[in-house]
Structures are given as C-alpha cells and as structure tokens.
T-cell receptor
C-alpha cells in the first residue's frame, strides 16, 4: 500500500547538536522526496527536497540523503538552533500526489 | 512567500452545512492540489486539478468536490459537514501535468475549518 513511515515521533536535542529524522517509503516508483517544516499554527514550508537521481543534497545546515534500494531517506540538521524547533514532515511522491509521514516534533533546548 | 493565497483563513461551520474554500495559484502554475491536515497529523491528499479537470483523487468521499477555473484558481467544496472535517485545508500549486513529475509544490497559508 501507499505508506511513508517516519521516526522518531519526537526528538529533543541540545542546541548545537545534530538531529536526524528518518523515513521509509513503500512505493518503488516514488521519485520525489520533499521535507517540510511546520511551526505551530502555520502552513508546512518546504525546506529541502531530493529527486531519485540524486543520493544526497545539502543546503547550509540541512542535508537529505536517499537510499533507493532500501527505500529510506533521511533529514540531517547540524548545529541545531532553538528556531529549528518545529514539526518536520517527510513526503514521497506517488503518481500525482504526495504521501506524508506522521511528523517529527523537534525540540532544540537552549 | 509562496504566491499561493487561500481564503478564508479561519471559519466555523455547523455540522450538516456546506463550505467553499478558495485558492489562487502561484503565477504560471497550472496544477492545483488540495490537502487536509487534521490536528497532529500529516497532510492527506484530497484531489488535484490540471487545466480545469480533476486528474487524481485521494480517499475522500464524494461530498468533497472541487473546481479549477481558466485562471487556474480553485475551489474546494465540502457538503454535509461532519465534526471530523475540522482541519487545516491546504492548497498547493505546481507546474505539472497529468502525472506528478516531481515538480516542487508550494502550500498556501491554509484555511482552518472548525465544524461544531
């Protein structure tokens, strides 16, 4: 079936530490994997995305890796800051739609 | 700022009523998708419109319907509202076609619907 599993559901890190969120998808035809950050009461904002022809992509403190064989992709945030605290969603494309994970609540402790 | 605008931002409806939510796409984007995000969950795909035709639908009942206009703006209509319809409704636009080809999508600010 169409499914994206996301772990962990909550993550608490000390400011300056790294945070890693992992997702697994079910459909081998998925070819696009965006990550969204959602702050309380606001819309999901695209922070980084990766396509299936790329194994890794980096944008400043944020990086995403993709393992198509294992159907895994991960978000890495380095040097975390309190403003990184939010809910993060991974998603995988299936045809004309995105299937979202259940979200990870990240708390960065000052 | 994504260029995708939605209205209204907040509204309260009574169970059994009907609601219409509106979305203006980012300039040049011909594809609009609607998602429902219940509290504490990830967005769920409702349907997608491309050049005024519905070209994909998620697991939502027929009382969820939509329209896309020649200027690519869109409406989401929900009839016979139920309490579980309370959610954030997100509109997303993209430059796509009949199949999602991995084009980046941008969400609007959303419409918060509360059904009482």
């Amino acid at each position: 079936g169409e499914n994206v599993e996301q772990h962990p559901s909550t993550l608490s890190v000390q400011e300056g530490d790294s945070a890693v969120i992992k997702c697994t998808y079910s459909d081998s035809a998925s070819n696009y994997f965006p990550w969204y950050k959602q702050e309380l009461g606001k819309r999901p904002q695209l922070i980084i995305d990766i396509r299936s022809n790329v194994g890794e992509k980096k944008d400043q403190r944020i990086a995403v890796t993709l393992n198509k064989t294992a159907k895994h992709f991960s978000l890495h945030i380095t040097e975390t800051q309190p403003e990184d605290s939010a809910v993060y969603f991974c998603a995988a494309s299936i045809g004309y739609k995105l299937i979202f994970g259940s979200g990870t609540r990240l708390l960065v402790r000052p | 700022e994504t260029g995708v605008t939605q209205s209204p931002t907040h509204l309260i409806k009574t169970r059994g009523q009907q609601v219409t939510l509106r979305c203006s796409s980012q300039s040049g984007h011909n594809t609009v998708s609607w998602y429902q995000q219940a509290l504490g969950q990830g967005p769920q795909f409702i349907f997608q419109y491309y050049r005024e035709e519905e070209n994909g639908r998620g697991n939502f009942p027929p009382r969820f319907s939509g329209l896309q206009f020649p200027n690519y703006s869109s409406e989401l209509n929900v009839n016979a509202l139920e309490l579980d319809d309370s959610a954030l409704y997100l509109c997303a636009s993209s430059l796509g076609g009949t199949a999602f080809s991995g084009n980046t999508i941008y969400f609007g600010e959303g419409s918060w619907l509360t059904v009482v």
